[in-house]
């Protein structure tokens, strides 16, 4: 599953999982903007510390080895 591979990833660094997903967000194109929802500034702070978080490519392939993707449903 994937989230046993951020929570792996995680203690590698040291750092929470929220970190290391939104650090593989920022790494992946297109994405250039992710929208985060913070209600508190502990999660904002997360969010700007996943800033200096640099996945290498191996490991940014360990994260999406077991990533499924699934048909978008929903209003056309």
Do not use: C, D
Not at 1 to 28: C, D, H, N, S
Not at 59 to 67: M, V
């Amino acid at each position: 599953m994937v989230v046993e591979r951020v929570t792996f990833m995680a203690e590698k660094y040291g750092i929470p999982r929220t970190q290391i997903a939104l650090a593989w967000l920022l790494q992946k194109e297109p994405v250039t903007a992710p929208i985060i929802g913070a209600t508190k500034i502990s999660h904002l702070e997360g969010a700007v510390g996943a800033l200096s978080v640099k996945l290498t490519a191996e490991e940014i392939a360990f994260l999406k080895e077991p990533y499924v993707p699934h048909s978008v449903v929903g209003h056309n």
